[in-house]
Nanobody, 122 residues
Framework: QVRVMESGGDFVQAGGSPRLSCAAS????????WGWYRQLPGSQRDLVAT???????NYADSVKGRFTISKDDAKRTLYLQMNSLKPEDSAVYFC????????????????WGQGTQVTVSS
């Protein structure tokens, strides 16, 4: 079974700089794309940042210049460096990966972590 699991969420003060991690595990043939999404209370799940297999990145306007997405292909791990946090950044952050499991007849599919809570206090 393949999966992704995020970690690093916590209570932080405004202006803090935590880093989230997301580890992919299982019998994976290929990871095509990665992304971070977040869900604010009463809102839909929104894109935060994405990174392609080749390293191209994209950011939501609300985090551009403050957050940095990166990955370590050898470790199959995704990161989100969060700087200058604001209270409005408080949300459940989800890791996403589009992956192809190794095995006969397997198809590329989207995988989501369970989410990690980031709470930013004033």
């Amino acid at each position: 079974q393949v999966r992704v699991m995020e970690s690093g969420g916590d209570f932080v003060q405004a202006g803090g700089s935590p880093r989230l991690s997301c580890a992919a595990s299982g019998n994976i043939f290929e990871i095509r794309d990665w992304g971070w999404y977040r869900q604010l209370p009463g809102s839909q799940r929104d894109l935060v940042a994405t990174i392609t297999r080749s390293g191209g990145t994209n950011y939501a306007d609300s985090v551009k210049g403050r957050f940095t997405i990166s990955k370590d292909d050898a470790k199959r791990t995704l990161y989100l460096q969060m700087n200058s946090l604001k209270p409005e950044d408080s949300a459940v952050y989800f890791c996403y990966a589009r992956m192809l499991p190794r095995g006969m007849g397997m198809m590329m599919d989207d995988y989501w972590g369970q989410g990690t809570q980031v709470t930013v206090s004033s």
